[in-house]
Nanobody
Framework: QVQLVESGGGLVQPGGSLRLSCAASGIIFRTSVMGWYRQAPGKQRELVATITSGSITNYADSVKGRFTISRDNAKNTVYLQMNNLKPEDTAVYYC??????????WGQGTQVTVSS
């Protein structure tokens, strides 16, 4: 059974930091593209960041310079380090994976709230 389990979300003040984790099971992690999406109330789900099996990264313009995606193949885990958080970063963040372009898998989501 495929599982993507996010953790690390919470409430933080503007300018603060959070680190999200996504633990994967039931997939061939080392050959999978991994990523993070987010969805705010009333808005469409949007790409935040992706990382390939070779650790090539891609970021949404809105988070470049503030967020960093990384992966640990030994732990089957992908991370999203979020610095200098802004209120507009408030959303449910979803872990995503794709192996060989065949199937997409999604986590259940974790809430990130940026507010003073």
């Amino acid at each position: 059974q495929v599982q993507l389990v996010e953790s690390g979300g919470g409430l933080v003040q503007p300018g603060g930091s959070l680190r999200l984790s996504c633990a994967a099971s039931g997939i061939i992690f080392r050959t999978s593209v991994m990523g993070w999406y987010r969805q705010a109330p009333g808005k469409q789900r949007e790409l935040v960041a992706t990382i390939t099996s070779g650790s090539i990264t891609n970021y949404a313009d809105s988070v470049k310079g503030r967020f960093t995606i990384s992966r640990d193949n030994a732990k089957n885990t992908v991370y999203l380090q979020m610095n200098n958080l802004k209120p507009e970063d408030t959303a449910v963040y979803y872990c995503w994976s794709r192996n060989r372009g065949l199937y997409d898998y999604w986590g259940q989501g974790t809430q990130v709230t940026v507010s003073s």
